[in-house]
């Protein structure tokens, strides 16, 4: 699955890499030197931060079914427990 951004967000990141190379190394970054950074980024790191937030997400999905049968449980036969109160 290739992972993509909005031409805003791409925009934004490029200027963010630009600054961050500017602030921590000194150096001016062009760029398209900035943007051929993002894609190494987006091609070749992207996909093992994605795959960690999918397994989060099964994680908690999980987690969630699990308890489903507490959440939505309902007890049976209580018609004439309901009566017996009244």
């Known amino acids: ?14 200027l963010s890499i630009e600054r961050y190379y500017k602030e921590n190394f000194d150096e001016k970054i062009g760029n398209i030197q900035a943007a051929a950074l993002l894609h190494f980024f987006l091609e070749e790191i ?7 937030a999918v397994g989060a997400v099964q994680e908690r999905l999980i987690a969630r079914v699990t308890e489903i049968d507490i959440e939505c449980h309902e ?3 209580g ?8």
Do not use: C, H
């Open 1 to 14: 699955m290739t992972i993509e951004l909005s031409k805003d967000a791409r925009a934004t990141a490029i």
């Open 46 to 52: 992207a996909p093992s931060v994605y795959n960690q």
């Open 75 to 77: 007890d049976e036969f």
């Open 79 to 86: 018609y004439w427990a309901k009566q017996r109160k009244r």
